[in-house]
């Protein structure tokens, strides 16, 4: 998809939160945003793995699926989007949706909607938590997956994961399954949420 995105108001402030900058933009990734998208995965990773997780198991991972050749090679994917977030430069969050049926046999066990899209990364530099970055994202996410035809939207977060987890509740997700999730050495326990988008 080529649109240039969209610019967005600050989603609801109140209880603690700062509103996000009236310029936040939300648009396709481009191949000009590789290094800083790999920057702010190697950032973001760790902040979704639970306390278990070593810092070896994290760097394999990045090396392995968050480098900027894997980011070159997912904007080169058609069914990939990459979407940032952006008020100016650096980047302040960013998504990936992979259309299709899953690869993984618990994940198309567990959702009901066809066609689905994953919502596989869904990340905010961690001084914009709270302030309405995740929310812009999201919303982009889901109109252009609804744009795109799907039914619904799936995802996998890990069952530690209480901040994420409330954020994609109040998203509208709901937990249908469960799956597991490979993190270096590890297999990490997931929920599969997934939303209906008609
Ligand atoms: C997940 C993420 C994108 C959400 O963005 P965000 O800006 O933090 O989201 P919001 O602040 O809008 O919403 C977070 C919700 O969690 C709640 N929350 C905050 N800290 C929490 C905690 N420790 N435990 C439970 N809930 C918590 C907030 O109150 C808010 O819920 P509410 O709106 O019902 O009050 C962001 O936190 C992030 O990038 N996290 C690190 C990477 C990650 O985990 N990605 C998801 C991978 S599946």
Redesign the pocket.
């Known amino acids: 998809m080529s649109d240039p995105g969209t610019s967005t108001s600050p989603?609801r402030t109140g209880?603690g939160?700062e509103a996000a900058a009236p310029t936040l933009a939300v648009r396709p990734a481009t191949t000009d945003d590789v290094p800083a998208l790999a920057e702010l995965a190697a950032l973001?990773f760790p902040?979704?793995c639970p306390p278990g997780s070593t810092e070896q198991d994290q760097r394999e991972f990045v090396a392995a699926h968050l480098s900027r050749d894997r980011f070159a090679q997912y904007l080169a994917d058609p069914a990939r989007e990459v979407l940032v977030a952006a008020d100016g430069v650096p980047l302040l969050?960013y998504t990936m949706t992979v259309a299709g049926e899953p690869s993984d046999a618990d994940v198309r066990a567990a959702i009901r909607l066809r066609p689905t899209v994953e919502l596989s990364?869904?990340?905010?530099h961690?001084e914009?938590?709270?302030?309405?970055?995740?929310?812009a994202l999201m919303a982009a996410v889901l109109a252009r997956a609804a744009a795109s035809g799907a039914a619904g939207v799936w995802?996998?977060?890990?069952q530690l994961?209480?901040?994420?987890?409330?954020?994609y509740r109040?998203s509208g997700f709901e937990v249908v399954g469960t799956k597991h999730f490979q993190v270096g050495g590890r297999l990490e326990d997931d929920f599969v949420l997934e939303r209906a988008l008609r």
């Open positions: 989603r209880a939160r973001t902040l979704a969050g990364k869904c990340y905010v961690p914009q938590h709270g302030r309405g970055v995740a929310g995802l996998g977060v890990n994961n209480a901040r994420a987890q409330a954020f109040r």
